[in-house]
């Protein structure tokens, strides 16, 4: 029997088990970098499975956690179908998002010699909380905000630039953006640009 087609969700899963995977030092970045790359070209399940079976957590790989409901995720004409996450990869190259554009609940960047851009200045947040989730091998990932929006960071840098400055919004309605991951020999950054602000901060 076929193997049944890779979700976002699917691969979302299998990215956080390899994530805690290199933080507990399971995996080197180098191989954790290998292996990150293979989840975002999987097209079935069938070969994410392999990318964890040698790690904590595998078995629950395969099993998609009940979607809690909440405001974020209804819109004035009910639930939206979009997917739960958004993967830019730049391998060699480079990926951007820019523009008017519908910031799904996890963005992955995942830039390996290459750039990626997340441009989040006239985007439409339909969720509280978005995550970005960063990982740059010789690569680097630049993600641009709106002035009054609440930015967070959680991650870090071998020999490399993890540059996400803490800043919270006077308004506690404001969407929080949530960037978390590692570079190694690379570099991400949040830019908070002047004179960009979300009209709408009660828009999700």
């Not at 609940?105 to 995942?110: C, K, L, P």
């Not at 509280?128 to 989730?133: A, C, L, M, Q």
């Amino acid at each position: 029997m076929p193997s049944a087609s890779a979700s976002d969700a699917d691969r979302d899963r299998i990215a956080d088990i390899l994530r805690e995977a290199l933080a507990e030092g399971r995996l080197d970045p180098e191989e954790h970098a290998e292996r990150i790359d293979a989840v975002y070209r999987a097209k079935t399940v069938g070969e994410l499975d392999p990318l964890v079976r040698d790690l904590p957590g595998a078995a629950e790989a395969g099993r998609a956690p009940a979607p809690a409901p909440g405001r974020g995720d209804l819109g004035p004409r009910g639930p939206r179908a979009l997917p739960a996450s958004d993967n830019l990869m730049a391998v060699f190259g480079g990926a951007t998002r820019k523009g008017r554009w519908r910031v799904r609940r996890t963005t992955n960047a995942f830039a390996l010699f290459g750039g990626v851009e997340i441009d989040l200045t006239e985007a439409l947040f339909e969720h509280r909380e978005i995550v970005i989730n960063v990982c740059a091998v010789f690569g680097g990932v630049e993600i641009k905000v709106p002035e009054n929006v609440t930015v967070s960071g959680d991650g870090g840098g071998i020999f490399g630039g993890f540059d996400i400055k803490t800043f919270e919004s006077p308004d506690p309605d404001a969407p929080a953006i949530v960037v978390r991951g590692f570079t190694l020999f690379g570099g991400a950054e949040v830019k908070r640009k002047r004179g960009k602000r979300l009209k709408n901060l009660r828009s999700y």
